[in-house]
């Protein structure tokens, strides 16, 4: 009964390409996020999605499309693939209806690698 | 700027040993504060957290953390770490729906 689930756990793909990243969770949670770990480790928010609506676009290349269909689900899409796009991507839900800062719940990653 | 600065990027340290991780956080207005934890091949999950009351709080497996307002630190403490607690640890601040982290910790602990 995986809490936040991602879908793939690796993606290797050639530049130029589109690919898209699912999240789900069951958590019922109402706020999910998607995160960028580089390779020195550092994370850093990209969207954060509040009752399926936008409420963070971290300066994040318009390459990169975010899109929650309903509470539980933020895709991410990535069109035009660059090579610095390499990293491992994580998707992450709360509680949080208020902005109030809850704790925040991990997915497991995706590993992605463009060549 | 809003920013989160953890002290040291490795620490290795022998079983039994004392651990402390700094951070030091940079953000205006009111702060939540997260410690995660991210073992090797696993996802992060949470450590501890303040978000008001008694500024020492304590987290699973032993850890603690003390909230210091006047010094912007929200610093990790373990008495005697075991081999298990390698892992990268992060630290984390949360305003609004915005979370910052620090650049992580990378702890290994030699048995």
């Known amino acids: 009964d995986t809490a936040v689930s991602q879908t793939p756990k690796y993606l290797v793909t050639q530049m130029g390409n589109d690919k898209s990243i699912k999240c789900e969770q069951n958590?019922?949670?109402?706020?999910m996020y998607w995160y960028k770990q580089d390779s020195k480790k550092f994370l850093k928010i990209m969207f954060s999605?509040?009752?399926?609506?936008?409420?963070i676009n971290e300066t994040v290349p318009n390459r990169f499309s975010p899109k929650s269909p309903d509470k539980a689900h933020l895709n991410l899409h990535i069109n035009s693939l660059e090579l610095g796009d390499s990293a491992v991507y994580f998707c992450?839900?709360?509680?949080?209806?208020?902005?109030?800062?809850?704790?925040?719940?991990f997915g497991p990653g995706t590993r992605l690698l463009v060549l | 700027a809003q920013s989160v600065s953890q002290h040291n990027h490795h620490v290795i340290l022998s079983e039994a040993a004392s651990l402390e991780l700094g951070c030091n956080y940079s953000y205006g207005g009111t702060v939540n504060l997260f410690w995660y934890v991210q073992y090797p091949g696993q996802h992060l999950q949470l450590l501890l957290k303040y978000f008001s009351g008694d500024p020492l709080v304590k987290g699973i497996k032993g850890f603690e953390a003390e909230f210091i307002k006047s010094k912007f630190s929200f610093n990790l403490r373990k008495p005697s770490v075991q081999w298990s607690d390698t892992a990268e640890y992060f630290c984390?601040?949360?305003?609004?729906?915005?979370?910052?982290f620090g650049a992580g910790t990378r702890l290994f602990v030699k048995a």
């Open positions: 999605y509040n009752n399926k609506e936008l409420i």
């Open positions: 958590l019922g949670h109402d706020t």
């Open positions: 992450a839900s709360s509680q949080d209806r208020q902005g109030r800062g809850e704790t925040q719940y």
């Open positions: 984390a601040v949360t305003g609004g729906f915005k979370t910052i």
